[in-house]
């Protein structure tokens, strides 16, 4: 993917979960993979890397991570493992309780205008 294509689908990406968020809910990562337009093979994998470009984006930016409204059906709707590492790794998750960090990412987002 080149950097041209891979910040275009970050910017469908940021406007699906922006849409998603003003409507307060989360949306699956084939959703979110749908609303890019991910083509196959791997469009899970390539979802999940966009996902955690815009975490680390949002985070830089001291913004509510958008990332968050991004859930696995599979997993009790909360994000991918990776998700979660991306967020340790950024220095906002410590690690404890996947679940409950989750939860209150969604309050800020629900709550959060959106601005910084």
């Known amino acids: ?14 406007a699906a979960l ?14 979110a993979a ?26 830089n930016a001291g913004k509510p991570p958008l990332a968050a409204l991004v859930v696995s ?3 009790g709707g909360i994000p991918a493992p990776g998700f979660f590492d991306r967020a340790a790794r950024l220095g906002i998750f410590d690690g404890r309780d996947p679940a409950r ?13 959106g601005n910084p």
């Open 73 to 75: 059906r599979v997993r």
């Open 101 to 113: 960090f989750h939860s209150n990412l969604l309050a800020s987002l629900f709550d959060s205008t």
């Open 1 to 14: 993917m080149t950097d041209s294509a891979r910040d275009a689908d970050l910017v469908r990406l940021r």
């Open 18 to 31: 922006e849409q998603a968020r003003r409507e307060r809910r989360t949306i699956t990562y084939l959703q």
């Open 34 to 59: 749908d609303a890019v337009g991910v083509e196959p093979p791997q469009r899970i994998h390539k979802l999940s890397r966009l996902v955690e470009i815009l975490l680390k984006q949002d985070v």
